[in-house]
């Protein structure tokens, strides 16, 4: 405010950015070297101990978190893994490939990215994005079995799709992107 700008509609500095750091956002910037901008690119940085009770580590922008909470989010994440943990395991035993969806997943590809071998996955959306099943499948096999890194990546990335979808469920009116990890 005392650079100028002014907090509009849903918090927004300006009535159109959701926070008050960006790198770019030039429209909200003068050319003074920092002084009087609207918005900082000075970064806010925190310390957090991971301890062996973290099982995940969410990243996700503003059009999440405008529509959900951090519980929220993380309960969230917590029931599909679950969910999807079974289902690939289920495909695994069946030999049926999963190659970013589960056969009951319909597949969009041009709204997501995975990475492939660091336990890592994102998905993100402008305007649309995959839909997810939460059926669970049960297995007749008495066989258990052990996830790779691979299949791992697979759950996190179906429960990134999902995170994704439910964002835009609850009409999330930004962009969204997430990006989960697991520990």
């Known amino acids: 405010r005392d ?4 907090i509009g509609r849903n918090k927004r500095v300006n009535g159109v950015l959701a926070i008050s750091r960006a790198l770019g956002d030039h429209m909200l910037k003068n050319c003074g070297g920092g002084l009087n901008d609207v918005v900082s690119a000075e970064p806010y940085c925190a310390e957090t101990e991971l301890t062996s009770e973290d099982s995940y580590v969410l990243m996700a922008c503003d059009g999440v978190w405008d529509v959900l909470s951090d519980q929220e989010a993380m309960d969230f994440i917590l029931a599909k893994v679950t969910v999807y943990e ?19 997943t319909p597949t969009n590809s041009n709204s997501e990215s995975k990475s492939e071998d660091n336990g890592t996955s994102s998905s993100s959306a402008g305007s649309s994005s995959s839909s997810s099943s939460s059926s669970s499948s049960s297995s007749s096999s008495s066989s ?22 439910e964002a835009l469920d609850r009409r ?6 997430v990006v989960i990890i697991k520990l």
């Open 86 to 104: 079974e289902q690939v395991k289920e495909a695994k035993r069946k030999g049926i490939p999963i190659n970013g969806d589960l056969p009951t």
């Open 3 to 6: 650079a100028g700008g002014f």
């Open 172 to 177: 999330s009116l930004d962009n969204v992107t």
């Open 144 to 165: 258990p079995v052990t996830l790779s890194q691979s299949d791992w990546n697979e759950v996190l990335h179906l429960t990134s799709k999902a995170l994704v979808r």
